[in-house]
């Protein structure tokens, strides 16, 4: 009898011992799994930046598809004093993600004097560089966004001593594909400009076009305004004014 319950506890021991070696290995590799989810979502912002994490797509013209597209935008030029030494630049523009995922983008300005206080809307300016006369601001969003997702930011910055000469004139590059352009420049309302002229550059060439802009009075200061629908990706668009 006491030989047929070692037996019985043998096998119960055994059995105990397999059910307890089964769960290890199960908690085992849950706990891997649970590890290594959490090891990638931590990581995944700093992988979306890698650059073979993101496979370049191409437009039906053979030409890389682009990350952002403009679907409107509003820039503002805002000229405070009337000797032209300070005025402010505003960049208002609703994007659409065309890229797999998007993490920064840039902005940037062109200034003749002295471009400072650089802002963003959305997310946070990481670096400002000037290259080849424009000042460029990289933007990180903040989050990751994906293709198809919208955002509007304001992107803003004081010009110093831009605007001293009797002519003087704004340039607006069209840096990404958009669909809808206007340009606006605000005068003081001691001195508004007496002539407009609209043109576009290409390279050091420059080809006036019909003068599409107006002047109008908005909220109660002289206003240029040039609506521009369409506007080519990679030109320049002039808007030359005399006080």
């Not at 590890?35 to 931590?42: D, E, K, L, S, T």
Request: hydrophobic residues 40%; neutral net charge.
């Amino acid at each position: 009898m006491w030989s047929g319950i070692k037996i019985v506890l043998s096998h119960f021991v055994a059995l105990c011992t397999a059910v307890l070696a089964l769960l290890a290995s199960i908690a085992t590799a849950y706990f891997r799994d649970q590890v290594a989810a959490g090891i990638r979502w931590i990581l995944r912002p700093l992988a979306a930046r890698l650059p073979w994490n993101h496979p370049q797509r191409r437009s039906s013209s053979g030409e890389p598809a682009p990350e952002l597209v403009s679907l409107f935008t509003v820039v503002q030029l805002r000229i405070l004093e009337p000797d032209g030494s300070h005025a402010t630049y505003e960049k208002t523009s609703d994007y659409e993600v065309r890229s797999a995922t998007l993490a920064e983008y840039r902005e940037g300005v062109t200034a003749a004097g002295t471009a400072t206080n650089f802002t963003t809307q959305v997310g946070r300016i990481t670096e400002t560089i000037k290259e080849h006369g424009f000042y460029v601001s990289r933007i990180d969003l903040g989050n990751l966004l994906h293709r198809g997702a919208r955002f509007q930011n304001t992107y803003s910055v004081d010009l110093v001593n831009s605007f001293l000469a009797v002519e003087e004139h704004w340039t607006q590059e069209i840096a990404v594909p958009s669909e809808y352009l206007t340009v606006r420049v605000v005068f003081p309302a001691s001195r508004p400009a007496s002539l407009l002229r609209c043109k576009l550059l290409n390279g050091l060439e420059e080809t006036q076009l019909p003068t599409s802009a107006r002047l109008v009075h908005l909220h109660g200061y002289p206003t240029a305004v040039w609506d521009l629908p369409q506007p080519v990706l990679g030109k320049i668009y002039k808007l030359e004014w005399v006080w």
